[in-house]
């Protein structure tokens, strides 16, 4: 069976999992707290030697690390990875705001910059997707899961999204899909 070594909140670990999930493959999560340097511990750099989640066990001992990484391991041959070459190439705040309490000074000055930025990046998103159900090639796939995991909750990191309709139908239609599971669940 998989083993996903995981923290509960994190938008790359969910990517992971979500995509397991629906999927429909057994696996195990096993929740590592970062804050309390759970990964940083010489038994965990020796299945991930940069001390990040997420971090994928294989049946074989394995061990793939990178969300983008392990997505794509997982996708191969699967309707959620595109064929098309052209079209594979084609959330700290909410972090930090779930997550402590109180910022460092240096948190507090790179926070407006980051907001411009995730905004615009919303922008981009609700501009791509007024024409279009999801991502690539009209169907749902890796780059739904991978935008998915932080768009979802960045009301968390005090982004609004009233005003993106395209990018809350799209939550909605990803919600929807067979095998979803929420970022908050616990396999």
């Known amino acids: 069976m998989l083993r996903i070594y995981d923290f509960t909140g994190s938008g790359n670990g969910y990517k992971a999992w979500?995509?397991?999930?629906?999927?429909?493959v057994p696996f195990e999560r096993i929740e590592r707290d970062i804050l309390r340097g759970e990964?940083?511990?010489?038994?965990?750099l020796k299945k991930n030697p940069n001390?990040?989640?997420?971090?994928?066990?294989?049946?074989?001992?394995?061990?793939?690390f990178e969300s983008g990484a392990i997505l794509w391991y997982l996708a191969e041959g699967t309707t959620f990875a595109p064929v098309d070459r052209l079209a594979r190439a084609s959330r700290s705040t909410a972090f930090w705001k779930h997550f402590f309490t109180?910022?460092?000074?240096?948190?507090?000055?790179?926070?407006?910059?980051?907001?411009?930025?995730?905004?615009?990046?919303?922008d981009v998103m609700e501009k791509h997707l007024a024409t279009r159900t999801f991502f690539?090639?009209?169907?749902?796939?890796?780059?739904?899961?991978?935008?998915?995991a932080y768009t979802h909750v960045?009301?968390?990191?005090?982004?609004?999204?009233?005003?993106?309709?395209?990018?809350?139908?799209w939550m909605?239609?990803?919600?929807?899909q067979p095998g979803h599971v929420s970022i908050n669940h616990k396999n």
Not at 18 to 24: F, K, P, R, T, V
Not at 102 to 122: F, H, N, R, S, V
Not at 154 to 169: C, K, M, R, V
Request: avoid cysteine; aromatic fraction near 8%.
């Open 18 to 24: 979500l995509l397991m999930s629906q999927l429909g």
């Open 39 to 44: 990964t940083r511990t010489p038994e965990f």
């Open 51 to 64: 001390g990040r989640i997420p971090t994928l066990e294989l049946e074989d001992g394995t061990f793939l």
């Open 102 to 122: 109180k910022l460092t000074p240096q948190q507090e000055a790179a926070l407006p910059d980051i907001m411009k930025k995730g905004y615009a990046a919303l």
């Open 136 to 148: 690539v090639d009209e169907r749902y796939g890796l780059a739904d899961i991978a935008l998915y």
């Open 154 to 169: 960045a009301h968390e990191g005090e982004f609004d999204l009233s005003t993106y309709p395209g990018i809350n139908a």
């Open 172 to 176: 909605a239609r990803i919600a929807a």
